[in-house]
């Protein structure tokens, strides 16, 4: 059974940065593609960042040139990094791997 456990999340001041790791179990985040995606309230679920089996990377609009998605392998962990925290960017976290999701974490940013 796959498992995915985010963490890290929290209030955060506008400016600031946080990183969220997510944790794999039953399947090695090596093998297929991990997405971050979130949810702010009212909306829709916007995607965030993808690492893929190879490496490659991709960043949504909101969070280019200020985002960093990395994969560690010895962990079974993928770590979404933000710099630069906008109100916005206020809502749920969420891994995704194929067909499983995390439970989400929330992140507030608020002065």
């Known amino acids: 059974q796959v498992q995915l456990v985010e963490s890290g999340g929290g209030l955060v001041q506008p400016g600031g940065s946080l990183r969220l790791p997510c944790a794999a179990s039953?399947?090695?985040?090596?093998?297929?593609?991990v997405q971050w995606y979130r949810q702010a309230p009212g909306k829709g679920r916007e995607l965030v960042a993808v690492?893929?089996?190879?490496?490659?990377?991709l960043y949504g609009d909101s969070v280019k040139g200020r985002s960093t998605i990395s994969r560690d392998n010895a962990t079974n962990t993928v770590h979404l990094q933000i710099n630069n925290l906008k109100p916005e960017a206020t809502a749920i976290y969420y891994c995704?791997?194929?067909?499983?999701w995390g439970q989400g974490n929330q992140v507030t940013v608020t002065s």
């Open positions: 995704n791997l194929t067909l499983y």
């Open positions: 039953g399947r090695a985040v090596s093998s297929e593609n």
């Open positions: 690492i893929g089996h190879l490496g490659t990377t």
